[in-house]
């Protein structure tokens, strides 16, 4: 197992100091991109409560993460179903022979 490695990033104007075992750089564009997320949340609104902003970029991002699964739960649905069509035109074809 690896060892922690700190990375300090800035989201939202606060410093935070994460640890984990992932790439610095990897770190760096999740924190930005929840940055970018609460930016895009505080600019199309009057909130101005930092918690507030944190928890409706959240919700935003969990929603994006949440539609991503569901489209690849159906892109593999229909390719397991694909993958039966073909087999089972092989099978047919395979009996001809």
Do not use: D, H
């Given at each position: 197992m690896l060892d922690p490695r700190s990375v300090t990033?800035?989201?939202y104007g606060h410093e935070y100091t994460l640890k984990g075992?992932?790439?610095p750089e990897y770190v760096e564009k999740v924190?930005?991109?929840v940055d970018r997320k609460m930016r895009?949340?505080?600019e199309g609104s009057?909130?101005?409560s930092t918690t507030k902003v944190a928890i409706l970029a959240a919700i935003n991002i969990a929603d994006e993460l949440l539609r991503e699964r569901r489209k690849r739960q159906?892109?593999?649905a229909m390719l397991d179903d694909r993958?039966?069509?073909i087999a089972a035109l092989l099978e047919?074809?395979?009996e001809k022979l």
């Open positions: 990033v800035t989201i075992e992932a790439e924190a930005e991109f895009e949340i505080a009057t909130l101005v159906e892109a593999l993958t039966g069509q047919k074809e395979m």
